[in-house]
């Protein structure tokens, strides 16, 4: 069976051609080969000049790599819930971006918004040199600034490295958890000496 390139609450970028600038939507469901549903954004401030046949472009990024393809609106509803419906794509086009490859992991850490000076209880599920994908761990729903200053902390055996400065680049829910993309951000020279050495030692562990 084909693999479905999509997954619920997925983020989206949905530009349409005749409009200018793009707005993201995430994926609420799909039928293999057949279309796939988006949730709209609120249209009270900006409403969206969409209908159906319309022609969209679609982009998203999902683990190492960014798709992108073209697609046209099958319907759109707007009770009880704004919704359309997009013809499954036939072709995509898919790049992969990532450079550094990225070691699984389970770690303990703490993300501390340096702004409101919040901690967040995370836990660590991959890992490279530049950046690394976090499971946010709070009951609660926790909001995140994109452009934002945060620092992570965690510890590998007897090593912890503190205070790792870090920018999210993207945000997304995968089984009920808040998912984040991090990108460590200017690590200072005992930084990125402990995070190499992190990363040697995942590299030994995972490819023995």
Not at 80 to 107: G, M, Q
Not at 190 to 202: D, E, G, P, V, Y
Request: aromatic share 10%; glycine share 4%.
């Amino acid at each position: 069976m084909e693999k479905a390139i999509f997954e619920v609450g997925l983020p989206l970028s949905l530009e349409i051609p005749k409009n200018k600038g793009c707005v993201r939507v995430p994926v609420v469901g799909w039928e293999q080969n057949q279309y796939f549903i988006a949730k709209l954004p609120s249209t009270r401030q900006n409403p969206l000049k969409l209908k159906s046949k319309d022609t969209c472009l679609i982009r998203f990024l999902k683990g190492d790599t960014a798709f992108g393809f073209e697609t046209e609106v099958i319907s759109i509803q707007f009770y009880p819930v704004a919704l359309v419906f997009f013809k499954y794509p036939n072709e995509i086009e898919a790049v992969a971006f990532r450079v550094c490859k990225r070691y699984k992991t389970n770690i303990p850490a703490k993300l501390l918004d340096a702004k409101h000076v919040n901690v967040t209880r995370v836990v660590i599920e991959d890992i490279s040199e530049k950046g690394c994908l976090l499971k946010v761990l709070e009951d609660r729903k926790v909001h995140f600034d994109a452009d934002a200053d945060y620092h992570l902390t965690f510890r590998v055996l007897e090593t912890t490295l503190e205070n790792l400065n870090c920018l999210i680049k993207n945000q997304h829910k995968r089984n009920n958890y808040q998912m984040l993309g991090v990108e460590f951000r200017n690590p200072s020279e005992k930084q990125l000496t402990i995070l190499q050495s992190f990363i040697n030692l995942f590299e030994k562990s995972q490819d023995s």
